[in-house]
């Protein structure tokens, strides 16, 4: 596993004020990991970031014809629940890893509707779409890899009409000694050998831990959203208090 306080290490790519860097290598560790990235997921959360993804369309409410944004779509888990959950909604889906938007291609469900689905390789830090274009926008666990989140924010609330709606579902830094203790033991030393013993690869999941530890709180998160614009902010924790469900409303 790798040294953390070794510069090379992926520790250093969140005490580092170059966003190129990480956002490059970020890239290539997902691309990397393409082929065992929907196992993997399965895997580490028992199945449970099916039943949150579909917690989080449910709770955000979306009309039926809603034109929604999939912020870090990558192989598509959340945009197979949009379309399940939302009847004629329009997709349309970004992410900085294209081997990850090519797997989600092949997904039968994906494959059907993909004349309702446009795919857009690119930074979440910058939309190439008009301001007011979309009725919501929703993040799966991406939104801890792509730097500078209040940008982040920032962008997603201009993309979005009036009244539309932001749903972050995210892995975050938990409160209160025992759910710290867990989320260490578990995302920094089991999770990595997990990755190994399963086909995948150590050091790419010894970026997992890193990736929450430096993040936001759902506190942080909470007061972040408003200072973008957003109002009525609302935050659900779960496993712990590491994975959050915020949905905020321009």
């Known amino acids: 596993m790798k040294n953390f306080t070794n510069p090379n290490s ?11 860097e990480r956002t490059r290598q970020v890239r290539d560790l997902f691309s990397k990991i393409a082929g065992r990235y929907d196992f ?8 449970l970031d099916l039943r949150w993804r579909h917690l989080a369309i449910q ?10 944004l999939d912020l870090g779509i990558g192989t598509g888990d959340m945009a197979v629940k949009l379309l399940q959950q939302v009847p004629n909604c329009r997709l349309v889906g970004i992410d900085n890893c294209w081997d ?17 689905i446009q795919m857009v390789q690119g930074d979440g830090r910058f939309f190439p779409f008009d301001e007011n274009t979309f009725d919501g926008v929703v993040a799966g ?50 999770v990595p050998l997990l990755g190994k013993w399963f086909g995948s690869d150590l050091e790419a999941y010894a970026y997992l ?42």
């Not at 990850?100 to 309702?116: E, F, I, V």
């Not at 940008?151 to 979005?160: G, M, P």
């Not at 995210?170 to 759910?179: A, C, H, S």
């Open 10 to 20: 992926y520790e250093y790519l969140f005490k580092t004020s170059n966003t190129a």
């Open 59 to 68: 709770e955000a409410k979306f009309k039926p014809g809603s034109r929604i």
């Open 141 to 190: 666990f991406s939104v801890r890899n792509i730097p500078d989140s209040p940008r982040v924010f920032s962008e997603i609330y201009r993309v979005l009409v009036p009244g539309g709606k932001c749903v972050l579902l995210e892995m975050v830094p938990p409160d209160g000694k025992l759910n710290q203790m867990l989320f260490k033991l578990y995302f920094k030393r089991l």
């Open 100 to 116: 990850l938007m090519r797997l989600g291609q092949r997904k039968p469900r994906l494959k059907r509707a993909s004349p309702a």
């Open 209 to 250: 831990y890193p990736s929450i530890k430096n993040f936001l709180s759902a506190p942080q998160i909470k007061q972040a959203l408003p200072a973008a614009g957003f109002t009525s902010v609302s935050i659900q924790n779960f496993m712990f208090r590491i994975i959050t469900l915020c949905i905020a409303e321009k």
């Open 40 to 47: 993997m997921n399965r895997m580490m959360s028992l199945g």
